[in-house]
């Protein structure tokens, strides 16, 4: 396993990978915005590759203004949950945001993850019922550092 930088030929590597999220982790009309978003990256966003194939995709979002940070579409490839990688990808996260100065990181989660990010002390901060879909319910997290 290794992380890489996201390159556009792994354009639709990503895109598989959220559709195997979807509709468990993610609504199916967010799969629009997370290809604009990647065609239009601003974020440091990365890929984790196993044997050259991406099992886990995440970006990181330095917001200088405040001393923060916000994870954006994290998403890993079902096969590949309960084996220890999301907590790598945290772990990974924590010290890009430490080592960038930020004092806390947000979340925008669904109702579905946030127990994920409730494991690394992320607290709610806000939740919407519907907010990213039908029975999709947003809830935004921070994890002060």
Known sequence: MRIADYSKERFDNCLMLFDKNCPQFFAENE??????????????????????????????????????????????CPNEKGKGLGTKLMAYIKQYAQEAGSVAIDIAASHLSAPFFAQFDAKEITYLHNGWGVDMHRVDMAINL
């Open 31 to 76: 799969r629009k915005e997370y290809s604009n978003y990647l065609m239009n990256l601003t974020d440091s966003y990365k890929v984790v590759l196993s044997n050259d194939t991406v099992i886990a995709a995440f970006g990181i979002r330095l917001i200088n203004t405040s001393n923060r940070c916000r994870i954006t579409w994290i998403m890993v």
